[in-house]
């Protein structure tokens, strides 16, 4: 099963490719966290997409209508005495028997193997820029071949990247693929949930990130999506804030934004609420707007609406909100068209998700807004933002408020994968309320 689906892959990115091609995607490197010490290896994500395969040191090459077999895999060998450390590797005849390899070589062995694989095709589609030591790798094989002219056999004469191709493809999502999603949104809600449970004044944020990161590993998500956003007071309103090292006062509001990955998808899950458990008139104020540009935003995900419709409805909602708290002065109109909204609402009202958590996938085409399309999966997270500063009223200050979730596109409009997480005042209020 788990091998049809990305044999699927490959095939279909095969024939896009074209015969007479290759196509070479190395893994991602293992990084160097302190002197010996290597961060936890997650693979890269255009190589794990089309093999599964989720070892470092190793090389994938497409060759389509090649008659000994398309798809090869370099790979690291068995090695009983390094396994006893680091622990068991597939091998060669793993990458046949477990990953569906047609044929397998040591990664040793590449730079001997691979030039005669690039004999005769027209195209490589690889993209450059991304290490730049295999660059010249790359480079130094083709130029191999060009040296074996005389032989009678010809070197690739154009490179293409691989990027387009291969992300448009991560775009639409199968029903694996939204199967993993739903998974990894559901783990999120559950750990938002955990977090309005354990919150209370003189806690430190690192110690609310503790529970999200319980929440998640308990639930086999092994690591958070991206570093977890846990700003209270003043730092609600730091968009990337991750520091997580303040203690929370009775009064601050706590914006969490926060998502794990599962089994190599992602989620991102932004939930905002009172450190007290109970809002102030002021923050539940910002709240109920930020709530009603989230619903319209969401209401606007649907096959026939363009990429940028979500944000636009977001937007209308919030200025006409930031006119009626007397924040902005004028017509609502106006203010969007002079984007004077943008000193309260700076971002975007969301992206693309998928095996990244900013996943990949153009917006545009052309000049033009992407449609939305069945299959497709984004967030949604308006917000508003109230730091200290000069011509607002005190009573706004250090009130951020976000609400995310994760949405997919469907043929009937969409589907909220992260609605287990509660975001309605009662809501959270009773759910705080309850676990005082």
Same mark, same amino acid.
């Given at each position: 099963?788990?091998?049809?689906?990305?044999?699927?892959?490959? %095939?279909?990115?095969? =024939?896009?490719?074209?015969?007479?091609?290759?196509?070479?995607?190395?893994?991602?490197? *293992?990084?160097?966290?302190?002197?010996?010490?290597?961060?936890?290896?997650?693979?890269?994500?255009?190589?794990?997409?089309?093999?599964?395969?989720?070892?470092?040191?190793?090389? @994938?090459?497409?060759?389509?209508?090649?008659?000994?077999?398309?798809?090869?895999?370099?790979?690291?060998?068995?090695?009983?005495?390094?396994?006893?450390?680091? #622990?068991?590797?597939?091998?060669? *005849? $793993?990458?046949?028997?477990?990953?569906?390899?047609?044929?397998?070589?040591?990664?040793?062995?590449?730079?001997?193997?691979?030039? #005669?694989?690039?004999?005769?095709?027209?195209?490589?589609?690889?993209?450059?820029?991304?290490?730049?030591?295999?660059?010249?790798?790359?480079?130094?094989?083709?130029?191999?071949?060009?040296? %074996?002219?005389?032989?009678?056999?010809?070197?690739?004469?154009?490179?293409?990247?691989?990027?387009?191709?291969?992300?448009?493809?991560? @775009?639409?999502?199968?029903?694996?693929?939204?199967?993993?999603?739903?998974?990894?949104?559901?783990?999120?809600?559950?750990?938002?949930?955990?977090?309005?449970?354990?919150?209370?004044?003189?806690?430190?944020?690192?110690?609310?990130?503790?529970?999200? +990161?319980?929440?998640?590993?308990?639930?086999?998500?092994?690591?958070?999506?991206?570093?977890?956003?846990? $700003?209270?007071?003043?730092?609600?309103?730091?968009?990337?804030?991750?520091?997580?090292?303040?203690?929370? %006062?009775?009064?601050?509001?706590?914006?969490?934004?926060?998502?794990?990955?599962?089994?190599?998808?992602?989620?991102? !899950?932004?939930?905002?609420?009172?450190?007290?458990?109970?809002?102030?008139?002021?923050?539940?104020?910002?709240?109920?707007?930020?709530?009603?540009?989230?619903?319209?935003?969401?209401?606007?995900?649907?096959? #026939?609406?363009?990429?940028?419709?979500?944000? =636009?409805?977001?937007?209308?909602?919030?200025? *006409?909100?930031?006119?009626?708290?007397?924040?902005?002065?004028?017509?609502?109109?106006? +203010?969007?068209?002079?984007?004077?909204?943008?000193?309260?609402?700076?971002? %975007?009202?969301?992206?693309? +998700?998928?095996?990244?958590?900013?996943?990949?996938?153009?917006?545009?085409?052309?000049?033009?807004?992407?449609?939305?399309?069945?299959?497709?999966?984004?967030?949604?997270?308006?917000? @508003?933002?109230?730091?200290?500063?000069? #011509?607002?009223?005190?009573?706004?200050?250090?009130?951020?408020?976000?609400?995310?979730?994760?949405?997919? !596109?469907?043929?009937?409009?969409? *589907?909220?994968?992260?609605?287990?997480?509660?975001?309605?005042?009662?809501?959270?209020?009773?759910?705080?309320?309850?676990?005082?």
């Amino acid at each position: 099963m788990k091998n049809s689906e990305y044999r699927k892959r490959r %095939k279909k990115l095969m =024939d896009m490719l074209g015969d007479d091609s290759i196509a070479i995607l190395p893994a991602a490197p *293992e990084k160097i966290r302190n002197r010996d010490v290597t961060f936890r290896y997650r693979p890269d994500s255009d190589f794990f997409y089309l093999t599964a395969f989720a070892e470092p040191e190793a090389v @994938l090459a497409l060759i389509p209508g090649r008659s000994q077999g398309e798809f090869i895999l370099f790979c690291r060998e068995r090695d009983p005495e390094q396994e006893v450390w680091h #622990g068991s590797r597939a091998g060669l *005849e $793993g990458a046949c028997n477990d990953y569906g390899a047609n044929d397998a070589y040591p990664i040793t062995d590449m730079d001997d193997i691979l030039p #005669g694989l690039l004999e005769n095709r027209e195209r490589i589609y690889y993209t450059m820029g991304n290490d730049i030591a295999f660059d010249q790798r790359v480079v130094g094989w083709v130029n191999r071949v060009r040296g %074996k002219i005389r032989t009678g056999v010809h070197a690739p004469e154009e490179f293409i990247s691989l990027n387009h191709i291969l992300h448009d493809m991560r @775009l639409y999502k199968s029903r694996h693929e939204v199967s993993k999603l739903r998974d990894a949104a559901t783990i999120s809600a559950k750990a938002h949930v955990r977090a309005m449970k354990a919150c209370r004044p003189g806690m430190m944020e690192y110690q609310v990130e503790a529970e999200l +990161l319980h929440e998640f590993m308990r639930r086999g998500a092994f690591s958070a999506a991206y570093p977890s956003i846990v $700003g209270s007071g003043v730092n609600s309103c730091v968009l990337h804030y991750i520091d997580n090292t303040r203690e929370m %006062k009775d009064g601050d509001i706590l914006l969490i934004d926060a998502g794990a990955e599962y089994e190599g998808y992602a989620s991102d !899950v932004t939930r905002t609420f009172p450190v007290s458990g109970r809002f102030s008139d002021h923050q539940r104020a910002v709240y109920e707007i930020v709530l009603a540009a989230q619903l319209a935003a969401i209401d606007a995900v649907k096959p #026939g609406n363009h990429w940028n419709q979500p944000h =636009d409805s977001a937007v209308e909602v919030l200025t *006409e909100g930031l006119v009626a708290l007397g924040i902005l002065k004028g017509s609502a109109q106006t +203010l969007i068209e002079k984007e004077d909204y943008k000193r309260y609402f700076m971002h %975007k009202t969301g992206h693309w +998700l998928g095996m990244d958590v900013h996943d990949v996938g153009d917006y545009k085409l052309g000049d033009e807004w992407r449609m939305l399309e069945p299959g497709m999966a984004l967030t949604v997270e308006p917000g @508003l933002y109230f730091p200290p500063q000069k #011509g607002l009223a005190k009573k706004w200050w250090n009130i951020g408020v976000r609400i995310e979730d994760d949405v997919l !596109v469907t043929k009937s409009g969409h *589907e909220v994968l992260s609605r287990d997480a509660p975001k309605s005042i009662p809501e959270i209020e009773a759910l705080m309320a309850a676990n005082r």
